[in-house]
Structure formats: structure tokens, C-alpha cells
């Protein structure tokens, strides 16, 4: 079970976590208010396929979207996409909804946007592999733990991505 695999990554980790149950929402807003923190600090991860077989975890605010000509900018490649559902389910072991960097199937590089550090009390919710359940935890104890890269790789929602 998927989400067995990710709740078991998070406690291995050592991390301080709260996992949150609340079934499945309708937007980005009420999966916030449910789990108790702001939509800026709801956190996706997005499978990003740089090529075959290789992919990398990219960690987005809720408020923020992918900037891919940042995103192709940092990883120093002409073209990045997104894998199809089934894609991204072979890349991490997690359908979309549901994917995080814990106990993804491949540990994958992970890039967090530059907005989620900064600030040592910040707790961010992620996915924990089912849809309607999260993990709640420190921003900066959790980009350490993955040793993500940090840096500017989104702009706020609504904004043309390129």
C-alpha cells in the first residue's frame, strides 16, 4: 500500500510529522483548512522526466506553479515534461495526488522552490501516498532530510509558464 511505503519513509526519516486524514477535497483551499496550514504551504510534488528513465521530484508551494524556463535555466537542458499518469506512477510508485519524495519507489533528485526555506518554524503539508492523506512537518528539516536542491523555480499561479 502506497501509503503504508510513505508514512513508513516519513517515521524512518526521524522526522517530527503529523499525518492528517481527510478524504478527498475539491481544491487547494479546503485541503488547506483541513489540514490546519495556509494554501502557500501545502507543498506538491511534481514528477518532472528530464529523459528516459530520468526524472527528478520538484517541490512547489501551493500559491506557486513550475517556471520552466527557471526550472530548464538550473538543470542546464533545452527541454524537461511531465510524464502521463502512468508515467509518473513507474517514476515514483505513487499516482498523481498522492506522490511525495517519501518512499518514492527511485530516490529521484529533488528541487524545492526557493521560497520554502527561509523560514525555521514554517510546517508544510505533503502528500503521504493515498489521496486525502498528508504529512505535516518542518519546511527546512524536511529539505535537509531530502537533500533538496533549493532555488527560484516557480512564480505565483496564474502567471504564464513558458
Known amino acids: ?5 510513505a508514512l513508513e519513509a516519513v517515521a524512518a526519516s526521524g522526522l517530527a510529522h503529523e499525518v492528517t486524514r481527510h478524504g478527498r477535497v475539491g481544491s487547494l483551499e479546503e485541503a488547506a483548512a483541513l489540514r490546519g496550514v495556509r494554501p502557500r504551504d501545502i507543498v506538491k510534488t511534481m514528477v518532472v522526466r528530464r529523459g528516459e528513465d530520468d526524472h527528478l521530484l520538484v517541490l512547489v508551494p501551493g500559491d506557486r506553479q513550475i517556471s520552466w524556463p527557471k526550472l530548464r535555466a538550473l538543470l542546464g537542458v533545452s527541454r524537461l515534461s511531465m510524464p502521463d499518469a502512468e508515467g509518473a506512477r513507474a517514476a515514483t510508485g505513487y499516482e498523481r495526488g498522492t506522490i511525495t519524495p517519501f518512499g518514492s519507489t527511485t530516490a529521484w533528485p529533488v528541487v524545492a522552490d526557493a521560497t520554502l ?13 493515498a489521496h486525502g492523506v498528508a504529512v505535516s512537518v518542518n519546511a527546512e528539516a524536511a529539505l535537509i532530510h531530502l537533500r533538496a536542491q533549493v532555488a527560484d ?5 496564474g502567471r504564464a509558464a513558458g
Do not use: F, I, L, N
Not at 500500500?1 to 511505503?5: D, G, N, V
Not at 526555506?117 to 501516498?129: T, W
Open 153 to 157: 523555480v516557480t512564480e505565483p499561479v
Open 1 to 5: 500500500m502506497s501509503e503504508q511505503r
Open 117 to 129: 526555506a527561509g523560514e525555521p518554524d514554517r510546517v508544510v503539508s505533503m502528500g503521504a501516498g
